[in-house]
């Protein structure tokens, strides 16, 4: 018979005040093989922790219950306590008392039945625990950034400062991402490029980073410590030893194809860089618009390159790396309008999202940076912005705030009136948010000093007038019907997710949200890691965010990928998966759902009658087995068992719940 | 074991995930939302993790409900373990229902780490419900 | 039917003789004429014993386990449904293909000892033979001729498989496939799911209260090959050994559930359960299920696949509330 | 010798039901089992073997001992002193009739099973005499007249229109004495209707085997190769076991839930494997050959060494129900050679 010591917990009155402590510990002392049991006001304390470990020597405890808060909150408070009496850690139950009976229970005669009820079972459980033993694993000492947009582009950067070497994914052909296609930046406008291009150059010439562009995360396996990531280097076209980046391919290329970068409002060649700065500086050709690849004819730009670096024969190649940790930050992608047809974008060319209009302002843009209407070429005078486009909009946008789009319309308002002088700009809004280190000042600058007038209040059309546009809303605040005859419309779009963001957090196996932000760990204590070990987020791909904060987290992400791999060794987690040899069956239904790949065949010797002879069996990988327990269910005849949530375990704990 | 019906309050067992349902439980406590005291949980790593026979084993041995509780599709901690639970309980589910089994007494949800609401929500809405059909007799145990 | 019997002795002679095999299964004629238990035959000498009549009906492929047989090479003749196992066993890892050889009997149906006692005195019947579409009964040496058809096993009747799946040797031509099969697959349990919650519970508990606990079932069935069954094991005890209407339902859901999706439908389990309890209905319930949410799958046909509950697609559909 | 019409048997069987619990043959989906008795159940009168033998009324398949309960001070409640309702079983059949014979023997014999003897002295038995035997029945190799059944309390016997109950203990007098008023007096002529019935049934047996020196021929037969042959087509099942009138083996069981259960005694067979698995792992029968081998040595051998008599009566429920026709008969015939006509 186990020698099991109870420990109720009254975490001062947040569990006192609704569970009868006195009553718990006099059910507790019935249970079968509970040989002491006994409270604490706080149990987490140093002096309860104590009181815990002398019991346990006092009394020879070797199995201990604590009731008290959840177990995602102090089982390894606890188990490091019991450990220090001398027990093995995974001797130690905790009954959740108080998120899952105290906190959500009234009544105390009940709430006190079911803290009982929820003792009983941990006892009962407890006395079926057995030692468990971690062991020590190695720690590839390389971080992979995903995604080479200025989140990357700063944790890379920052992890390799630390000394460790970093591999950097881009699937576009260059990095930099959507701050390359900024034109300033609020609050300060500084260029956006000229703060960027200096660090993109960084990375290229960082000795610590590989810079692996034009290229998608295949299949990635593996732990913390220990992932094994497959790339898919996507194929260039283009030998990168050979090229120079000179540049006279993109020159001779006779293909014309509507340039991503420059949001369709320019061209770019089959054989192109995204923009002028591109690092790498060296094109690839984009298959599915070259002439070669559609239409078999063509070869220009093999003929023109004088080092011979076009290769049409290239492939795409895998590339299969190991990795310590991994930090993903891909970005986002802008709302699309399919559902806003009221504000007639696509259908009027001078209807453009605030992208867009990033590229008209912008000097290397479409139009040289000179501001002017795409539908006539002449600089606007009157432009209306749109607030909230696909933002908090539960009917068919996104519900949330996409936190960005004050700022940079009222950005877009002062470049309006500093690039054409005596321009008006007009802000449709809902509310104006402007929580930031001078941003309030900033949106003040907008109207105060550069003719931007707010008006509160949803459009419900835009249509044409003459060469103009009419944008009809309602103001809000003095409920008059508002019809402004304007010359642009620029939509504020929200922001989304990836639309692949799910297939990554799958292979990642990291969890997103309803909108499909990948998860952050704990969205105030942990916000740059995420539920499974040694992959971390930074930037918009964790949620909406502007560049400082994008920054900050890359940089957060950063230090927490180089405290990982500064560790000689990282202990194992022991809650793993066994087999019975004896039960084994060997069918190996176990293997076909394990989604770690930790399980595998072994032969196995055994006496049968007067012979010996020899059989398959599973066998569990310790270092690959996360401790989901799939196979456990998959095994008919139960002959995996999952450590620490045994079969004997949760049968035994049924059985006390249902007692 | 005898059950007094007029008093009848039933006993759910409700199978919840570490990492998405049983978090969604601990967020109902720190959010203060209340729930009936008829359930008690058990924590297994994964919804992957229970058993067909842990369901069956509750019901002999008095459970009047089962519920079993996981992370939303896709969103699994271990990647693919509540596809498995889908499969396996969604035939179970029926295999009982098929036999006689109310459907209500055994049910399977996605809670997430952060519906805390949806927690407390469907406790309220699974004990109003099995609580209307009564004890449990069809697979309990006579002893 | 003679020279049927006449092949399958050949076939076996030639390969114990030229020693391709250490042992033969097939089936031999016992004391009673509904009997034809499954023969192990290891010599010549002994190949006279094999016999095709209306009653080979058991699937001898669980005799392939190494718990029962621990010949290196076998020979083993298999019906329709019975081939169907082998490619379990296989599927299972409990079977090394290169360690039979499978002789194909193509079956057109067997015959139901009860039908025909139901019709004619059973002690008087000396034998019963199958000559083309008729049984001939042999009742106190007056010969009887009557329809085959009336007095197949119900299973037969609606067999969808009746020539085998794998052999290495057909014995003889493939027979047809009867009309209507698969309408009939799922006849009973359409039905089933139209009763009211209530009326199927005591139809249920009416059946499951004759299983005695025997195990036939389990036993006689190729997708239950675990070395260990989880019902036998005393630590955990996953189910009573106490002969409860709790213990028993446990028994018959899991058994059930384990072979979901691995259950061939050789229907052994109902033939030979001797209280008679209708399991086809429950492994059949499954099959329906699986098939509808998670897309057809028959099991037994191809030994490389992965059966559906050992597999999932991220758009499956759910049986229960998934908002 | 008392007598009553069939179409009164309702009549008096209610009459018994009020009594006692009261149970006949009745058939549920095709399968013949002792039911409890109720007014509308058509009772069974011409199935020989009903599927589970009468053995359950003393022995059941399950049954609580004893039941604990240490949440506070330690409380058992013993259930073999309570066991034993009084009972009546209607038409059970000559060859079970006999098999109680055996189980006495075991749990009538030191130490005497209490439960086991309650239940026996409370329950009243009233054999159905057979009129012609099933194809794979066999009692008469061992001695048994189909037409009688000298340890029943009343043997009843179909003479066509009439059934003529014959009392044969005391319990027997007492139970026919309750039905005055309904039953009447048998006459001579339907005491000569019972001696040609009890005759008539011997005839007709298709089935025999001569069970002589069988016992004798098993002593050296323990590590015989005969064995290693039987026992390959056995897959195990514990059908014969459970359907054989005389198979009387059982296991406790622990049934806890932590700190209050039950130790509950339920058949066992000797087919399965766990059957001899002790507590380290270790298992003297390791191979279903030497489960198969102990059934039959102990139904042949072991127990008439012991108690003088087979533990077989023939009733050939096995050799119906084996699902690999491996039964009893093929193991007497084979051992002892010595066939009679089949």
């Known amino acids: 018979m186990k020698r099991i010591g109870v420990f109720i917990c009254w975490c001062g009155s947040n569990i006192a005040a609704t569970v009868d402590i006195d009553k718990t510990i006099a059910a507790a002392k019935q249970m079968p093989g509970v040989v002491f049991a006994d409270h604490n006001k706080y149990t987490c304390s140093e002096l309860g922790q104590d009181m815990v470990k002398n019991a346990i020597k006092e009394h020879q405890l070797d199995r201990v219950v604590i009731g008290a808060c959840s177990p995602r909150m102090h089982e390894n408070t606890f188990r490091k306590t019991v450990e220090a009496a001398g027990l093995n850690p995974y001797y130690m139950e905790i009954a959740n008392i108080r998120e899952q009976c105290s906190w959500v229970h009234k009544d105390k005669e009940t709430a ?73 930046t609020f609050p300060t406008l500084d260029c956006s490029a000229c703060i960027l291009t200096p660090k993109m150059v960084d990375v290229a010439q960082h000795e610590k980073i590989r810079l692996i562009t034009y290229s998608e995360v295949e299949k990635v396996e593996g732990y913390v410590g220990n992932f094994t990531v497959t790339i898919r280097n996507k194929a260039r076209s283009v030998d990168m030893e050979k090229c120079t980046g000179c540049g006279d391919c993109m020159n001779k290329c006779p293909q014309k194809v509507s340039s991503e970068f420059e949001m369709g409002l320019a061209e770019r060649r089959a054989i192109y860089t995204p923009f002028p700065q591109a690092v790498p500086n060296k094109p690839a050709i984009d298959r599915a618009t070259c002439r070669w690849f559609t239409q078999e004819k063509c070869r220009v730009c093999e003929k023109i390159c004088p080092t011979g670096a076009i290769d049409y024969d290239q492939v795409d190649e895998f590339i299969t790396q190991r990795y310590g940790a991994i930090v993903v930050a891909t970005g986002f992608d802008t709302h699309k309008l399919d559902k806003y047809g009221e504000y007639a974008y696509g259908k009027h060319p001078d209807v453009i999202t605030s992208l867009e209009m990033e590229r008209l302002f912008n000097a290397s843009g479409p139009t040289g940076g000179k501001l002017l209407r795409p539908s006539n070429g002449k600089p606007p005078k009157n432009v209306a912005f749109i607030q909230c486009v696909g933002s908090r909009d539960k009917a068919k946008g996104n519900p949330y705030c996409a936190k960005i789009c004050c700022m940079y319309t009222a950005k877009h308002a002062i470049l309006l009136n500093e690039k054409v002088p005596g321009s008006k700009s007009f802000v449709f809004y809902i509310d104006v948010r402007t929580p930031g280190k001078d941003y309030e000042e900033f949106y003040n600058r907008a109207y105060e000093q550069h003719n931007a007038t707010y008006i509160k209040g949803n459009v419900s059309k835009v249509f044409p007038d003459g060469d103009q546009l009419v944008v009809r809303s309602v103001d809000a605040l003095s409920g008059a019907l508002v019809e402004l005859v304007v010359d642009m419309v620029v939509l504020a779009t929200s922001v989304d997710a990836r639309s692949d963001a799910k297939d990554l957090a799958q292979k990642l196996s990291i969890t997103t949200n309803a909108h499909k932000f990948f998860n952050e760990a704990h969205p105030k204590l942990r916000p740059v890691e995420t539920q499974t070990a040694g992959i971390f987020l930074a930037g918009v791909c964790q949620g909406p965010k502007d560049i400082p904060e994008t920054v900050a987290q890359a940089s957060a992400a950063a230090v927490k990928v180089a405290s990982l791999l500064s560790k000689e060794s990282l202990k194992s987690n022991p809650t793993i998966a066994e087999v019975d040899q004896k039960r084994c069956s060997g069918d190996m239904s176990c293997m076909a759902v394990c989604p770690y790949g930790a399980i595998s065949e072994k032969i196995i010797e055994e006496r049968r009658g007067r012979e010996t002879v020899t059989r398959k069996i599973a066998e569990v990988n310790t270092a690959l087995c996360q401790g989901c327990g799939a196979c456990t269910v998959a095994c008919r005849p139960g002959a995996i068992n999952l450590k620490g949530f045994t079969n004997e375990q949760i049968l035994a704990e049924v059985d006390a719940i249902c007692l | 074991m005898s059950v007094n019906l007029e008093s009848h309050e039933p006993l759910i ?131 | ?202 139809y249920w508990s009416r059946q499951m209260d004759r299983c005695i606990r025997c195990f036939a079932c389990r036993n006689t069935c190729p997708a239950c090959n675990c070395r260990v069954c989880i019902f036998d094991q005393a630590e955990p005890r996953w189910l009573g050994k106490a002969n409860d209407m709790g213990d028993t339902l446990n028994y018959h859901i899991i058994r059930a559930f384990h072979v979901a999706g691995r259950c061939f439908e050789c229907g052994e389990c109902e033939r030979i359960c001797p209280a008679g309890i209708p399991l086809q209905e429950l492994n059949r319930k499954l099959i329906k299920d699986l098939d509808e949410f998670f897309g057809e799958y028959e099991a037994g046909l191809d030994p490389e696949d992965n059966p559906p509950l050992g597999t999932y697609r991220g758009e499956d559909p759910a049986g229960f509330d998934e908002s | 010798m008392k007598k009553i019409a069939k179409s009164q048997l309702s009549k008096m069987l209610s009459m018994l039901s009020a009594e006692a619990k009261l149970y006949v043959p009745v058939a549920s989906d095709g399968v013949v089992n002792f039911a409890p008795w109720q007014e509308d159940v058509e009772v069974d009168l011409t199935t020989i073997n009903v599927f589970v033998p009468p053995k359950k009324f003393f022995f059941p398949q399950t049954e609580a001992v004893l039941r604990y309960d240490i949440s506070d001070e330690l409380e058992i409640e013993d259930f073999a002193c309570k066991a034993g309702d009084k009972t009546i079983l209607f038409g059970v059949r000559p060859c079970d009739v006999s098999s109680f014979a055996m189980m006495d023997k075991v749990y009538l014999g030191d130490p005497v099973d209490i439960a086991y003897r309650q239940r026996r002295e409370n329950t009243t038995v009233i054999a159905m005499g057979c009129k012609s035997p099933d194809e794979t029945c066999f009692c008469t190799s061992f001695d048994l007249e189909p037409g009688k059944a000298p340890g029943a309390d009343v043997l009843a016997t179909d003479t066509g229109e009439e059934i003529v109950l014959s009392a044969q203990t005391t319990k027997g007098e007492e139970l026919l004495t309750q039905l005055n008023g309904l039953i009447q007096e048998a006459t001579s002529g339907d005491e000569n209707k019972v001696k040609d019935a009890q005759e008539q049934a011997k005839e007709g047996y298709t089935t025999s085997v001569n069970v002589q020196g069988v016992m004798e021929k098993l002593d050296g037969m323990f590590e015989d190769f005969y064995w290693d042959r039987l026992h390959k087509r056995c897959i195990a099942c514990g059908t014969c076991t459970f359907v054989c009138p005389t198979c009387h083996c059982f296991d406790m069981q622990e049934y806890s839930t932590g700190s209050r259960g039950e130790r509950i005694r339920c058949w066992d067979s000797c087919m399965y494997s766990d059957f001899t698995l002790m507590g380290h792992g270790h298992n003297p029968r390791p191979t279903q050959k030497e489960r198969v081998r102990q059934r039959f040595m102990h139904k042949l051998n072991y127990f008439p060494h012991q108690h003088g008599d087979y533990a077989c009566v023939g009733c050939g429920r096995c050799v119906r129900k084996c699902p690999v026709n491996l039964d009893i008969l093929e193991v007497i015939q084979e051992i002892g050679g010595a066939a009679g006509g089949m």
């Open chain 1, 112 to 184: 006190t039945g079911k803290a009982i009820s929820l003792v009983r079972t941990a006892v009962a459980k407890a006395a079926r625990n057995e030692a468990l033993f971690s062991t020590e694993m190695p720690i590839e000492r390389r971080a992979l950034v995903i995604g080479g947009g200025i989140a990357g582009i700063q944790a890379a950067l920052d992890i390799a400062e630390t000394g460790f070497e970093v591999d950097l994914l881009e699937k576009e052909p260059s990095i930099g991402g959507r701050m390359a296609q900024l034109d300033k």
């Open chain 2, 13 to 143: 067992v409700a199978f919840c995930c570490n990492w998405c349902s049983y978090a969604g439980a601990d967020l109902a406590g720190t959010s203060r939302m209340s729930y009936p005291t008829n359930v008690r949980i058990v924590r297994v790593p994964c919804s992957s993790r229970v058993n067909p026979s842990f369901i069956i084993r509750a019901f002999q041995r008095g459970a009047d409900g089962v519920l079993i509780a996981g992370c939303h599709p896709g969103d699994c901690h271990y990647h693919s373990g509540n596809y498995y639970t889908r499969r396996r309980f969604t035939v179970l589910k029926r295999m009982l229902e098929y036999m006689g089994i109310e459907p209500e007494r055994f049910q399977v949800r996605w809670i997430s780490g952060s519906e805390g609401a949806k927690f407390a929500g469907v406790m309220n809405e699974i004990t109003q419900e099995i609580k209307a059909l009564g004890p449990n007799r069809k697979l309990r145990d006579v002893r």
């Open chain 3, 1 to 202: 039917m003679k020279e049927c019997s006449e092949k399958m002795r050949k076939v076996a002679s030639d390969a114990l003789q030229k020693q391709e095999v250490t042992a033969v299964l097939g089936w031999r004629k016992k004391d009673f004429w509904w009997q034809s238990p499954v023969a192990f035959i290891e010599s010549v000498d002994d190949v006279d014993q094999l016999v095709w009549d209306p009653f080979t009906v058991f699937n001898p492929v669980k005799y392939l386990l190494e718990d029962y047989d621990c010949h290196d090479k076998v020979g083993i003749f298999v019906k329709g449904c019975d081939s169907r196992g082998i490619n379990r066993l296989i599927q299972d890892k409990r079977l090394d293909r290169d360690r039979v050889v499978v002789y194909g009997v193509p079956c057109e149906g067997k015959a139901d000892a009860d039908k025909i006692r139901a019709s004619f005195a059973s002690k008087k019947i000396k034998k019963v033979t199958i000559d083309g579409d008729s049984l001939i009964i042999d009742v106190d040496g007056k010969e009887e001729r009557v329809a085959a058809e009336e007095y197949l096993l119900d299973k037969c009747l609606t067999c969808r498989y009746p020539n085998p799946v794998v052999s290495d040797k057909l014995i003889w031509e493939e027979v047809p496939v009867r009309k209507g099969v698969n309408e009939a697959r799922f006849a009973r349990i359409d039905n089933m799911e139209k009763k009211e919650l209530e009326e199927r519970f005591s």
